[in-house]
């Protein structure tokens, strides 16, 4: 089983649709969770960061934990043409020495106008 | 502001051929540094990170090398490039200690050829 697992997608919506993008993860010791946009061919950008279970908000985007399932998700309202991107979750442990984020393969989405 | 320059931009590179490959950090002070591999279906992979000038570690056995000369200098290198070094190289920064978030750079697309 892999540590991360992500659907690959590709997902594609109506603009102002409402997505949901969704990872699940086997290690328990993953406490820190993000959420990272790429358009092609550029490097990944931070979205959203969070480390406790429930919801945070910024703008368009809502980050979900659920720690005791081990599943995390990325809400986008009001989708836009400029949201199509690929995204990635990040997840990273807790303790000395830990510095490596593990991410899922990311999924593709198309906002279509 | 922060900002994280890669170059360059893209590389076409023989076979057998040397790397070198060069990250640099603006507006910040003792970063930590990353280097991530992204290959296709395959996700991001850290190669190298560094908590600090001249020190290393690699998370990945492989003939790439890294090298922090300075605070805010993280290079990339290899001897003799094979084909499967093909790929798109990220450099990322994030603050000393265990901050979590991690920035990334615009990449380098490398084609081993």
């Known amino acids: 089983q892999k540590e991360v697992e992500q659907d690959p997608g590709p997902l594609s919506v109506p603009e102002g649709a409402i997505v949901s993008l969704n990872c699940t993860y086997s290690?328990?010791?993953?406490?820190?969770f993000m959420w990272y946009r790429q358009y092609s061919r550029k490097g990944p950008e931070l979205l959203m960061y969070?480390?406790?279970?429930g919801n945070k908000e910024d703008g368009r985007f809502t980050a979900q934990v659920d720690k005791s399932s081990k599943y995390i998700s990325l809400f986008i309202r009001d989708s836009q043409p400029s949201d199509s991107a690929t995204y990635l979750c990040a997840m990273k442990s807790t303790g000395a020495g830990s510095y490596q984020l593990t991410f899922g393969k990311g999924t593709k989405l198309s906002v279509i106008p | 502001s922060q900002t994280i320059h890669q170059w360059p931009a893209t590389l076409v590179q023989p076979v057998g051929s040397p790397l070198s490959l060069e990250c640099t950090v603006e507006?910040?002070?003792?970063?930590?540094l990353y280097w991530y591999r992204q290959a296709a279906g395959r996700g991001l992979q850290l190669l190298f990170y560094s908590v600090g000038i001249g020190q290393i570690s690699s998370e990945v056995p492989q003939n790439l090398s890294a090298s922090r000369p300075q605070d805010r200098q993280f290079i990339l290198s290899s001897k003799k490039l094979l084909l499967s070094d093909s790929g798109f190289y990220l450099c990322a920064w994030s603050r000393g200690g265990l901050y979590n978030e991690q920035f990334f750079g615009p990449g380098t697309r490398l084609t081993v050829l």
């Open positions: 507006g910040t002070s003792n970063p930590n």
């Open positions: 969070t480390y406790s279970s």
């Open positions: 290690n328990s010791a993953f406490q820190y």
